[in-house]
């Protein structure tokens, strides 16, 4: 690693709350000349938010930025842009039927008439050149690769003047010729004084490509350290913290690998939204009464699989089965009837039709039975009485005759979907971070539905980035990264630190230390 210099960003005490939940909870984060400064955490720690004030998208409710030593105050991109920071995002915010040059001119200021693109490109060629950022200028963004998109980005900061580059999760959509490449970029720029935030949670690429690595954990700093000096058992500890381990007794450790499995996913490969694949290979059971939760980081294809298991998303290969029964092939609705239950991460994108009644959403799956419906015809009344007698027994709060469900809360919301699935005949829940977002009376409402599943002999497949959620809930734990199982665990052989190393990608660190008789890895 490169010798840095002195510090030329300091933040302190920063606090940023939306909706009264703290995202940032006076964090304190300092930057250095020349430095490649890793960010780590679990998803929800609030790396983003720290990234997206520095990057001035956000404004913080209090606390201070320095650069140089000077108070800034960061209002818009423009400014963080004229102050020379620069953010490159997991998604890209370019134009494709623009060329590279007319990306990186896109939105300056002061450019004027007397711009000439032959200019902009001889200056994007110069530093494409000095940085290794192989990329023709008059190429347009649709022919480029997704590698060669993620350089114009780099390359639009670059041409704007930005000496501090913030990289939000940069090679979550590269392939690992192209990370290798990138990261020697990086290296580059901070040879040559720029300053990286490398916001990452994979463990091999932060001890690998970092100065120094900040931890965050629940929107408060976890500690800094020099990453020569630090391990990744040490920092999985630090992002996860030991708060997670259920208390004895907490959770009662319950037999039940004799129970028939009432979902059965075998090898499993799906593609992702790029075509890329992002399930590859993964195999999971859960049988009657029993939770099984599945923890990972986010983007490590969660999403996916979960899409699949619902009919969602198009399975490349292996197998999915509710009891006897291969669904494989089978489309959402006839997974439904044949006992599958599902409760989206997108509750009113996915879970709820945002333009429908409070009535008409609890209906959607039953609207053509009877009694909702006869030859044909819809019967409201019928409609109506099922309606008020879920909104009662699941407490759907503020629920009224007519109501759009786009009025109701985040809370009501969920009630609304757990209502719907669980009044059906099912075997098996399908739950998708079925608490994301509530508030606390709302969080205990749903696991207590979660858990009464089981005492109905119901199967739970539960999908949470929330780890203390899936310790309290789960009678296994089964961990995804990259697309595929790499661990298992039950309330009795959870390890934290070991599940930590998992969940960012370091299961060869892991091994490591099994080999070598459970040393430190």
Request: glycine residues 10%; aromatic residues 4%; negative net charge.
């Amino acid at each position: 690693m490169a010798d840095v210099g002195e510090t030329i960003l300091e933040v302190h005490d920063l606090n940023k709350a939306f909706y009264g939940v703290a995202a940032n909870d006076r964090v304190n984060f300092d930057l250095r000349s020349g430095e490649v400064h890793g960010l780590l955490g679990e998803n929800g720690a609030g790396k983003s938010t720290l990234c997206s004030v520095l990057a001035g998208l956000y404004r913080p409710d209090s606390g201070e930025v320095r650069l140089d030593g000077r108070p800034v105050t960061l209002r818009s991109p423009h400014e963080a842009a004229e102050h020379g920071i620069g953010m490159v995002y997991q998604h890209f915010r370019l134009v494709p039927s623009l060329t590279v040059a007319e990306n990186l001119v896109l939105g300056l200021k002061g450019q004027g008439i007397r711009l000439t693109l032959r200019a902009v490109q001889n200056r994007v060629a110069a530093i494409a050149e000095e940085y290794g950022l192989t990329v023709h200028p008059d190429s347009y963004v649709w022919q480029l690769s997704v590698g060669e998109q993620q350089r114009v980005e780099i390359l639009k900061q670059l041409y704007r003047g930005a000496r501090i580059l913030i990289l939000d999760e940069p090679t979550a959509v590269l392939a690992p010729h192209e990370c290798e490449r990138l990261y020697e970029v990086v290296r580059h720029m901070a040879d040559q004084g720029h300053s990286v935030v490398l916001v990452s949670h994979k463990m091999e690429e932060i001890l690998g490509h970092t100065d120094r690595v900040t931890v965050l954990r629940h929107g408060r700093n976890a500690g800094t350290v020099n990453t020569a000096e630090t391990t990744a058992a040490i920092l999985a500890t630090m992002m996860i913290g030991t708060e997670h381990l259920p208390e004895p007794g907490q959770h009662a450790v319950r037999r039940l690998d004799h129970a028939p499995v009432v979902l059965s996913v075998e090898n499993l490969q799906v593609g992702g939204d790029r075509g890329v694949l992002a399930v590859d290979g993964a195999s999971v059971e859960v049988r009657r009464g029993q939770i099984v939760g599945v923890a990972g980081v986010a983007g490590n294809g969660q999403r996916e699989l979960q899409e699949a298991i619902a009919g969602l998303r198009a399975i490349r290969s292996g197998s999915v089965r509710l009891g006897e029964r291969d669904i494989t092939a089978a489309s959402p609705r006839e997974r439904s009837r044949a006992g599958l239950a599902y409760v989206p991460e997108d509750r009113l994108g996915t879970g709820l039709a945002s333009g429908l009644t409070i009535e008409e959403n609890l209906v959607l799956k039953s609207y053509r039975e009877p009694p909702h419906s006869r030859l044909g015809v819809l019967s409201s009344s019928a409609v109506g009485t099922t309606a008020r007698t879920l909104i009662e027994r699941f407490d759907v709060r503020g629920a009224r005759r007519g109501m759009a469900v786009s009025l109701m809360s985040g809370g009501n919301l969920q009630k609304a979907i757990l209502a719907r699935e669980l009044s059906r005949s099912h075997d098996v829940l399908l739950a998708a971070s079925p608490t994301r977002g509530l508030d606390l009376a709302a969080t205990a409402a749903v696991r207590a539905h979660i858990r009464a599943e089981t005492g109905e002999g119901r199967g739970v497949l539960l999908f949470s980035e929330d780890l203390a959620e899936i310790t309290e809930l789960a009678d296994v734990i089964v961990v995804m990264s990259r697309g595929r199982i790499v661990g298992s665990y039950t309330p009795e052989t959870l390890d934290v630190e070991e599940l930590g190393l998992l969940m960012t990608g370091a299961e060869g660190m892991v091994q490591a230390a099994v080999r070598d008789g459970g040393s430190e890895a």
